[in-house]
């Protein structure tokens, strides 16, 4: 499908020259870029119910360890 959308002058730079240096066309690149925000966005709000519900049940602590994990692959 054919989207028209703005982004700044220096994030199509820099989306130009990532989709050049891995063979890439830039709507792969953003497309890639478009999902994983989405999945990072749907973690969060799954982490967020994760907590409402920790005061409600037990939850063990090897799980919360297993988040964490989650949680530092994400940032790199």
């Known amino acids: 499908m054919r989207v028209t959308i703005n982004i700044p002058d220096d994030i199509l730079k820099e989306a130009k020259k990532y989709a050049k240096e891995h063979a890439k066309s830039v709507s792969a690149v953003t497309t890639e870029a478009v999902q994983k925000y989405i999945a990072a966005c749907k973690k ?19 799980v919360y360890k297993e988040l964490e994990g989650i949680r530092d692959e994400d940032r790199y």
């Open 44 to 62: 969060v709000e799954a982490g967020k119910e994760l907590l409402e519900l920790a005061g409600k049940i037990k939850i063990a602590d090897h």
